[in-house]
């Protein structure tokens, strides 16, 4: 069983960045894609960004775009999300998981999650 814990989240100004990790235990975490989501009491669950297995593919919201950047060092089963030009709508609960099937729909798409760090953004 695959277990993630997010760090790096913290209070930052507007403009300003920071880089979420998430680290993962178990000997296949260099298998699994990965994915990370944002949580808001308001919009609920949000999609931000995934990267395959290798990190050779990624993919991004549109409201991160060019903003954000998701990478993996399987050497060190950690994913990142290095978050530059932060916004007050970016504040969340980010937490990571593991995409089973990516790219297409199935049961249990995600069914390891991490507890979430929280990212407050001020202006």
């Known amino acids: 069983q695959v277990q993630l814990v997010e760090s790096g989240g913290g209070l930052v100004q507007a403009g300003g960045s920071l880089r979420l990790s998430c680290a993962a235990s178990?000997?296949?975490?260099?298998?699994?894609?990965m994915a990370w989501f944002r949580q808001t009491p308001g919009k609920g669950r949000e999609f931000v960004a995934v990267?395959?297995?290798?990190?050779?593919?990624?993919t991004y919201a549109d409201s991160v775009k060019g903003r954000f950047n998701i990478s993996r060092d399987n050497a060190k089963n950690t994913v990142y999300l290095q978050m530059n030009s932060l916004k007050p709508e970016d504040t969340a609960v980010y937490r990571c998981?593991?995409?089973?099937?990516?790219?297409?729909?199935?049961?249990?798409?995600?069914?390891?999650w991490g507890q979430g760090t929280q990212v407050t953004v001020s202006s």
């Open positions: 178990g000997r296949t975490f260099s298998t699994y894609a």
């Open positions: 998981a593991v995409d089973r099937c990516l790219g297409t729909m199935c049961q249990r798409k995600y069914d390891y």
């Open positions: 990267i395959n297995w290798s990190g050779g593919s990624t």
